[in-house]
T-cell receptor, first 114, second 115 residues
Framework: AQSVAQPEDQVNVAEGNPLTVKCTYSVSGNPYLFWYVQYPNRGLQFLLKYITGDNLVKGSYGFEAEFNKSQTSFHLKKPSALVSDSALYFC????????????FGSGTQLTVLP | GAGVSQSPSNKVTEKGKDVELRCDPISGHTALYWYRQSLGQGLEFLIY????????KSGLPSDRFSAERTGGSVSTLTIQRTQQEDSAVYLC?????????????FGEGSWLTVV
């Protein structure tokens, strides 16, 4: 069975500084990896995904994530944080095959301080 | 529609009553999912529909929960004899098909409060 770990429940960063939200995974075979963001009282919005190819994936709102197979990580990054980036971020993984097996991490609350 | 549509957006119900939550997936998406997000918790898979195949009900927490999908499109999640622990956000999602590389798109959720 696959699993996702988001080791930090809370990440605080000053506006304008780079941000990183960490994610590690465990899955059999090559993983499909996703990041979603949830703003207060809203549903989940898709940010980006890694399926194959370039390890650096670029997504919405200036976010990017780097797939590192040896470290089984898929950290979310942004060069310069905005206050409006403050939200709950979820990492998710599925093995090749059925999307039914998509497993989410517990989420990381990102707060960008003005 | 442009996105996954859920209704009602908010529902307050008395303990013991039945509730129905509706989901209208993105047009053309054959896979539909229901998740539950309790306060301060992650996402809990409930049920999955793929085309005309039998649904995967393995995540339903009790027999008070059921879901159907009519005509391969709209889905209804029904909770019978609601309990306070059923209070949560119920998120519906859809994807083009069941293949795991396809992005799953979520609706805004139905916020259920059982009093």
């Amino acid at each position: 069975a696959q699993s996702v770990a988001q080791p930090e429940d809370q990440v605080n960063v000053a506006e304008g500084n780079p941000l990183t939200v960490k994610c590690t995974y465990s899955v059999s075979g090559n993983p499909y990896l996703f990041w979603y963001v949830q703003y207060p009282n809203r549903g989940l919005q898709f940010l980006l995904k890694y399926i194959t190819g370039d390890n650096l994936v670029k997504g919405s709102y200036g976010f990017e994530a780097e797939f590192n197979k040896s470290q089984t990580s898929f950290h979310l990054k942004k060069p310069s944080a905005l206050v409006s980036d403050s939200a709950l971020y979820f990492c998710a993984v599925s093995p090749p095959g059925s999307a039914r097996q998509l497993t989410f991490g517990s989420g990381t609350q990102l707060t960008v301080l003005p | 529609g442009a996105g996954v549509s859920q209704s009602p957006s908010n529902k307050v119900t008395e303990k013991g009553k039945d509730v129905e939550l509706r989901c209208d997936p993105i047009s053309g998406h054959t896979a539909l999912y229901w998740y539950r997000q309790s306060l301060g918790q992650g996402l809990e898979f409930l049920i999955y529909f793929q085309g005309n195949s039998a649904p995967d009900k393995s995540g339903l927490p009790s027999d008070r929960f059921s879901a159907e999908r009519t005509g391969g499109s709209v889905s209804t999640l029904t909770i019978q004899r609601t309990q306070q622990e059923d209070s949560a956000v119920y998120l519906c999602a859809s994807s083009l098909d069941f293949l795991s590389g396809n992005t799953i798109y979520f609706g805004e959720g139905s916020w259920l409060t059982v009093v």
